[in-house]
């Protein structure tokens, strides 16, 4: 054990060494030292390491003030000398930049409402006001509302819904049929035309006009003429409230499909 | 009465102070010791058994803080001597030791 320590020992640094290591040996002989001396020895040794370490590492190397003045004279001039050449390059653009003041923009303009330029539009002011297409393929969004002695009344979705046509004064606005179920007064279903020798289903497309007051005026009918013209005095007779839209009293126009069933005119169906 | 119980508390066995400054101040305040009279003497006032490397970081310590210096001799037995530094030190250390130890005393007694 005593050997041990005696290896430990030369772990401790020379300045160390130097100094005790005689004084220690000969404490070594006198003690009988145990395991636990051993651990005493190395955690001393590693505390005079770490002091040693941080006392070298916190010891400033000796510079000659030559030595340290130069760098930092240099270091100076080279900075001055950067920072006036900058200054001398930059100045005259500072002294001469033009201040722009940038006037606030003026908050964008309302959009106007859609205005309908198309030469096929209202060619005939009192009969037609759009050039989409009045037949409207049944296919999908129609809805049967009402069907009587084998005539239907079907909503069409409309391509063209919320949109406003304007010529002159006149303003129309295009809305679903079904929108316009909660202001109805009147409706008169279309008598089926018994005179007409058909068989199937015809179907007429009808556009109309709700005016101001509420009532009804055809535009245009698609069909053959008997089933058109049921259609046209049927829907001619119906009767709205008067219609707003964004307070202001407004005409709006939507299409219906009307359908006659032969078969079922003749069986008398009603739902 | 006081003095009577601190020498009743520094009793060997009894006290657990561990700063080994204090204690091998302690030991040379009455003479000169060498590293194993220091041991020893440390064992019989204080109980207290320093290892080989304890001692001599202390003996390390406080021969650079000028409390202890060596005695010039011709054996390996290297003997130190306490300075004025470290009288003073061990006065001022053992007085705050006393401090508390009076303290504590009436502490208990009042509880």
Same mark, same amino acid.
């Given at each position: 054990?005593?050997?041990?320590?005696?290896?430990?020992?030369?772990?401790?640094?020379?300045?160390?060494?130097?100094?005790? !290591?005689?004084?220690?040996?000969?404490?070594?002989?006198?003690?009988?030292?145990?395991?636990? @001396?051993?651990?005493?020895?190395?955690?001393?040794?590693?505390?005079?390491?770490?002091?040693?370490?941080? @006392?070298?590492?916190?010891?400033? !190397?000796?510079?000659?003030?030559?030595?340290?003045?130069?760098?930092? %004279?240099?270091?100076?001039?080279?900075?001055?000398?950067?920072?006036?050449?900058?200054? %001398?390059?930059?100045?005259?653009?500072?002294?001469?930049?033009?201040?722009?003041?940038?006037?606030?923009?003026?908050?964008?303009?309302?959009?106007?409402?859609?205005?309908?330029?198309?030469?096929?539009?209202?060619?005939?002011?009192?009969?037609?006001?759009?050039?989409?297409?009045?037949?409207?393929?049944?296919?999908? $969004?129609?809805?049967?509302?009402?069907?009587? @002695?084998?005539?239907?009344?079907?909503?069409?979705?409309?391509? @063209?819904?919320?949109?406003?046509?304007?010529?002159?004064?006149?303003?129309?606005?295009?809305?679903?049929?079904?929108?316009?179920?909660?202001?109805?007064?009147?409706?008169?279903?279309?008598?089926?035309?018994?005179?007409?020798?058909?068989? $199937?289903?015809?179907?007429?497309?009808?556009?109309?006009?709700?005016?101001?007051?509420?009532?009804?005026?055809?535009?245009?009918?698609?069909?053959?003429?008997?089933?058109?013209?049921? !259609?046209?005095?049927?829907?001619?007779?119906?009767?709205?409230?008067?219609?707003?839209?964004?307070?202001?009293?407004?005409?709006?126009?939507?299409?219906?499909?009307?359908?006659?069933?032969?078969?079922? !005119?003749?069986?008398? %169906?009603?739902? | 009465?006081?003095?009577?119980?601190?020498?009743?508390?520094?009793?060997?066995?009894?006290?657990?102070?561990?700063?080994?400054?204090?204690?091998?101040?302690?030991?040379?305040?009455?003479?000169?010791?060498?590293?194993?009279?220091?041991?020893?003497?440390?064992?019989?006032?204080?109980?207290?058994?320093?290892?080989?490397?304890?001692?001599?970081?202390?003996?390390?310590?406080?021969? =650079?803080?000028?409390?202890?210096?060596?005695?010039?001799?011709?054996?390996?037995?290297?003997?130190?001597?306490?300075?004025?530094?470290?009288? =003073?030190?061990?006065?001022?250390?053992?007085?705050?030791?006393? =401090?508390?130890?009076?303290?504590?005393?009436?502490?208990?007694?009042?509880?």
């Amino acid at each position: 054990m005593r050997t041990l320590i005696r290896w430990a020992a030369r772990l401790y640094p020379p300045a160390w060494r130097n100094r005790y !290591a005689a004084e220690f040996d000969a404490l070594l002989d006198d003690i009988s030292p145990s395991f636990g @001396d051993v651990c005493d020895v190395l955690g001393d040794v590693l505390r005079v390491r770490a002091n040693t370490s941080i @006392d070298a590492c916190l010891m400033l !190397a000796p510079v000659p003030p030559i030595n340290l003045r130069l760098p930092v %004279f240099a270091s100076l001039t080279v900075h001055a000398v950067m920072i006036t050449i900058v200054l %001398f390059a930059v100045w005259g653009h500072v002294t001469t930049m033009p201040l722009h003041i940038v006037a606030p923009l003026p908050p964008p303009a309302p959009e106007p409402p859609p205005q309908v330029t198309d030469g096929r539009v209202f060619p005939n002011a009192l009969t037609l006001y759009s050039s989409l297409p009045l037949k409207i393929p049944a296919q999908g $969004g129609a809805l049967p509302v009402y069907v009587a @002695d084998g005539v239907g009344i079907n909503f069409l979705s409309l391509p @063209d819904i919320g949109a406003t046509y304007r010529q002159g004064n006149a303003e129309w606005r295009v809305w679903p049929g079904q929108a316009l179920e909660s202001f109805i007064v009147r409706r008169v279903l279309p008598e089926y035309p018994r005179g007409s020798n058909a068989h $199937g289903a015809v179907s007429v497309f009808v556009e109309y006009l709700i005016t101001r007051g509420g009532s009804v005026k055809v535009l245009r009918t698609s069909g053959p003429p008997p089933f058109a013209g049921a !259609a046209q005095l049927a829907i001619g007779r119906w009767v709205y409230q008067p219609l707003e839209y964004e307070n202001r009293p407004c005409e709006v126009v939507s299409r219906v499909e009307v359908r006659f069933d032969s078969e079922l !005119a003749r069986s008398g %169906f009603s739902p | 009465m006081e003095a009577k119980q601190e020498s009743s508390i520094i009793t060997p066995g009894v006290v657990t102070m561990q700063d080994p400054t204090i204690l091998i101040l302690a030991s040379l305040a009455d003479g000169d010791k060498h590293g194993y009279a220091i041991m020893e003497d440390i064992h019989v006032f204080a109980g207290i058994r320093l290892g080989p490397g304890t001692l001599y970081g202390a003996i390390c310590r406080l021969e =650079q803080r000028g409390w202890i210096r060596a005695v010039k001799s011709e054996a390996r037995r290297q003997p130190y001597r306490i300075t004025a530094a470290g009288s =003073q030190h061990l006065k001022e250390q053992l007085a705050l030791l006393g =401090q508390v130890v009076r303290t504590g005393n009436r502490r208990m007694r009042e509880a």
